[in-house]
């Protein structure tokens, strides 16, 4: 099978990317397990995809139960190089409402339980996290927004605040991640950008606005219901943009500094590394496009 160089990921209520045509399903095996469901390929607009759902179909998986690692690993043995992931957030700011659009380009790692690395157990690296979004992937999700959902209020920049979960904030915590200077919450973006950059793929979040956690002094706290309820108002609109943004992906074909992640990173010499290390770690290797 060719490489696949762009891929997808659908978060809550996300399960499926609509306009996929010459649909397969991959059932691939990682040195960390099984990924949160098949990997399902196909073209959009005749460009090849691969679309995962990040918490399997049917919603089977926690924020913190999500094999990381397995997506992450199983997009890369499929070729991919830039990747977008599409989440629920809520917001932390008076200015970015419900059904708004925002393309963070920050992280706050507030996980606990997640392994968060591919390196360890005989090789060493570490990348930096000083940019953790790919700019030229989000500039494509930025001028996708502009021309196919009309009338979204799009918010570039800011920090996405990650939590463990799997249950809402407090209000004390939501105030505390305020005080932060965060934008958004969620559950589900680390450690999944810190991973997809030891990969060496190009990744930015379109995070899709569901609520307002619970700061708001005028609305109610955050239910799942609402949650899922705003999501499924603007599923439709946020596809639109990741399908106009793989075009423009596929079109120009940007060699992002995330490409090359490992160059000055890795303290390993692949070399130096056990043969199993190696096998384990070997996808990740090559710098090209």
Not at 35 to 47: A, I, K, M, Q, T
Not at 68 to 97: C, E, F, P, T, W
Request: negative net charge; hydrophobic residues 45%; aromatic residues 6%.
């Amino acid at each position: 099978m060719q490489p696949i160089a762009i891929g997808l990921i659908g978060g809550s209520g996300l399960y499926q990317m609509e306009g996929l045509q010459d649909i397969c399903e991959h059932a691939i095996d990682t040195p960390y397990g099984r990924p949160s469901d098949v990997l399902v390929s196909g073209r959009l607009d005749g460009v090849p995809v691969v679309f995962l759902a990040r918490h399997g179909r049917g919603h089977r998986y926690l924020p913190g139960e999500v094999p990381y690692r397995a997506n992450i690993h199983a997009l890369r043995q499929m070729g991919v190089r830039y990747l977008i992931s599409m989440s629920a957030v809520g917001s932390l700011k008076a200015d970015i409402a419900p059904l708004d659009m925002v393309l963070p380009d920050q992280f706050i790692d507030l996980t606990r339980n997640r392994q968060s690395t591919f390196f360890g157990d005989g090789a060493v690296a570490h990348v930096s996290m000083a940019q953790p979004v790919c700019p030229l992937v989000a500039g494509a999700l930025a001028r996708a927004v502009a021309s196919h959902a009309p009338g979204v209020q799009l918010h570039q920049g800011g920090t996405y605040v990650c939590i463990e979960g799997p249950q809402f904030s407090s209000l004390a915590e939501s105030h505390w991640y305020q005080s932060m200077g965060a934008s958004i919450i969620g559950m589900t973006n680390m450690p999944e950008a810190k991973l997809a950059r030891e990969a060496q793929i190009a990744y930015a979040t379109l995070a899709m606005v569901t609520d307002y956690d619970c700061w708001h002094p005028q609305e109610g706290p955050v239910t799942a219901d609402q949650a899922i309820a705003n999501l499924l108002a603007n599923a439709a609109r946020g596809q639109a943009v990741a399908r106009e943004a793989v075009r423009l992906l596929a079109q120009e074909r940007p060699d992002s500094p995330a490409h090359h992640a490992l160059s000055q990173a890795l303290i390993t010499p692949w070399e130096a590394m056990a043969e199993p290390v190696r096998a384990r770690l070997g996808v990740f290797r090559h710098d090209s496009c």
